[in-house]
Every structure is written in C-alpha cells, then in structure tokens.
C-alpha cells in the first residue's frame, strides 16, 4: 500500500496543475477510499480481545512507518477520521508503549513531511557514484594519465589540493614535470584557513571518465588528504550532489 501511494503521489506531482477528465477523479478517488477503508480495518482489528501485545506493536511500526506515505495520497477528510478511529483506540488500550504508538501514528498522519525527491540529472549531463556520505564523499580521481587516488570532495576548498609525498611520487615517475611547478601561493581550505604552498599545473584528471585539462592545484603536507576543490569543479557547466543517491551530477 504504501509503494502504490508513493507512486501515486508521484504522479501527481509530475502533472501537478493537469486537470484529471471526470472518469480519473472517480478513480482516483476509489482508490482514495479503499485504502482509507483498509488502514480503517486494520486499526479496528486491534480491537480485537487476546490479541498478542507483540504482534500489535509489529503492525504498528509497519503503519507509523507508511503513515507519511497515506497522508500525503488520502484527503484532509479521510486523514480526520483515520485519526478519530485512532483517538477510540487509545481510549480503550491499557498497555502504555501501544498508546504511544498509536499517538504516534496520529502524529504522522496529521503533518506528514513534504516528498523529498532526488536530484535529477539534467539532459547532457553525466552522473559519477560517490564513496561515503554527505559528510565526507570522496571519488577516484585519475592524476595525468598515471595513476588513481581517491580524493576527498571539497567544494569549500578554492583548488585541488595533494600532499606532497603523493607530487614527488608522481614527479619521480614522470608523471609531473619540473615545468608543472609554479612556485609559491595561498590557498584557502574548507574550514576558511589559509596555508602557503606550492602551485602546480595538473595536465589532465579524470572522474569518472569525464577529463578536464589544465588544473591548478596547490601543495598540501605530507600525508594530508587530496582535495578536489573549485578549480576542477569550475572546470563544468554545472554540478550538484545528490545526498540521497551519492551521486556527483556534472554538465559539460
């Protein structure tokens, strides 16, 4: 019941201000209905004598749970006296922690949350999964061609930021050149401090098959975590974190 109402919610969102023909609000309002008259019926079971109190409250955190769903399908109406029907219950219960699930349930009936629906990925745009959560989201990220390391996602921090025992590795390997090295500048990190370091040109990096040329990042010590910051997220048209999916959404 509660992945047809979110389904339907859905829809109606999508074709938010389209006037249904007079045979879809019969439908719809059927639909209403039954499932109205069906949460009506399970909460008139628990009426029922000798019911065993563990077997309530698995039913009642199962309702509690697809509470906002209802809400947001089933009129104001039908939501009035779903929770009148709960009000009764209440009354004639004896067990204390069922009251409170039952008041709880009132609850997410009365002021369900708004949908929340994830980011979608605009036409000519790409999506790149993202390791962690919104705290810390990190991504492989391609250094030149040569090698991978994953780097934390800063959107805080002014440029790409490596530590420096990762550069003279690359350096010693070829892949960064002594020309790649711009001399000394500051950068400012996410926690809005500043710190002195090396500059130096990226060639190339890659996320996700998605490459940007011409990078400017700077030197971090030893150690430190790299950093993919503004100056390879500038690189595109647009970009936005989807925390419900951990995608990184980009447009070229």
Known sequence: MQAMTDCMTAEMSAQAGAKLSPTDQQGLSRLRGAVSETLRSLLEAFRAPGLNVGWVHQRLQGLIAAAPSMARFLTPDEIARLRATISDLVAQIRDKPLREELASLAGALAAPPPPVM????????????????????????????????????????SVVVLPTDLVETLTKSGAI?????????????ADGRKHKGTRLMLRELDVGGHTVTNVLASLAPAKAEPLLGQTFLAKFKSWTLDNRRHVLIISE
């Open 118 to 157: 994830p980011a979608q990925a605009p036409p000519g745009s790409a999506e790149i999964a993202l390791e962690g959560d919104s705290r810390a989201y990190r991504v492989p990220v391609r250094i030149n061609g040569a090698t991978t390391v994953k780097f934390l996602v800063d959107s805080g921090a």
């Open 177 to 189: 050149a002594s020309s790649d090295l711009l001399g000394k500048d500051t950068y400012v990190t």
